[in-house]
C-alpha cells in the first residue's frame, strides 16, 4: 500500500487471535494490534484526530506550539503529527518515565519538561499545571489536553470502534481495555454498544 504519509497509515491494524492463551477453551479472543500504529500505540490516533478539530477551529495556527502532559504515547502521536505539518511540541512529563520514551520524543523535534511525579494535579509543579502554564506563556500554542478533548473518545467511536466490529463480523460478545483517559473505551463502547446494547464493556484500571 502506498499512503501520502506517515500519518495516512495509522489505523485499519489487525485483530489477531489469542490461540495459546485460550487453548481447551471454547471462547474466542483477539487483540487489537494497535501497537503497530506508526507511534507505537492506540494514542496516534488521537494525536491526529485531537490536531485536526484544532486547526479546524482555528486554536492552531501554522507554525504554533503543540503543549501537553503526556506519559509518552499520546505525545508520540502528537509529535509525528508536529513533524509532518511543521508544529512545535513542549511535553510535560513525570520523573518516573523511562530515558527511552523522552529520547523517544526528542528525536521527533520535541522539547520535554520533566516534572515531579509526588505532587497532587493542583500542584504548580505537576505536570498537568505546568502544561497549562507553558500554553498561556508560549505564543501560538495549543493544549490539546486529552484528558478532557472530545475528540479523543470521538475518534474511537469512528474508527476503532467500526474496525472491531466489522472484524468480528459483529460477533463480539465481550470488549476489553486498559483505562488512562478513558477515551479508547468510551469511544469503542459507545459504537459497540449502539450496534448491539448486549455487549458487554469491561474496563480494567
Not at 521527533?108 to 493542583?122: I, K, R
Not at 465481550?174 to 458487554?200: E, S, Y
Request: with cysteine.
Amino acid at each position: 500500500m502506498r499512503y501520502n504519509n506517515i500519518l495516512d497509515a495509522i489505523g485499519h491494524t489487525p485483530l489477531v487471535r489469542l490461540n495459546r492463551l485460550l487453548r481447551g477453551c471454547k471462547a474466542e479472543a483477539y487483540a487489537k494490534c494497535d501497537h503497530l500504529n506508526p507511534g507505537g500505540s492506540v494514542k496516534d490516533r488521537i494525536g491526529v484526530a485531537m490536531i485536526d478539530e484544532a486547526e479546524r477551529r482555528g486554536l492552531l495556527k501554522p507554525g504554533g506550539t503543540i503543549v501537553e502532559g503526556t506519559s509518552g504515547n499520546t505525545g508520540m502521536g502528537l509529535a509525528l503529527v508536529a513533524a509532518v505539518r511543521g508544529y512545535k511540541c513542549v511535553f510535560t512529563m513525570t520523573d518516573k518515565q523511562s530515558k527511552e520514551k523522552v529520547d523517544s520524543l526528542k528525536a521527533l523535534g520535541a522539547e520535554v519538561v520533566v516534572c515531579p511525579t509526588a505532587v497532587a494535579p493542583d500542584d504548580p509543579r505537576s505536570y498537568y499545571s505546568v502544561a497549562e502554564k507553558l500554553t498561556r506563556e508560549i505564543p501560538n500554542a495549543y493544549y490539546p489536553n486529552q484528558y478532557e478533548n472530545p475528540a479523543n473518545p470521538d475518534i474511537h467511536y469512528r474508527t476503532t470502534g467500526p474496525e472491531i466490529w466489522e472484524d468480528t463480523e459483529g460477533r463480539i460478545t465481550h470488549f476489553v481495555a486498559g483505562m488512562g483517559t478513558g477515551g479508547t473505551i468510551t469511544g469503542i463502547g459507545r459504537f459497540l454498544k449502539d450496534q448491539n446494547p448486549a455487549i458487554k464493556i469491561i474496563g480494567v484500571d
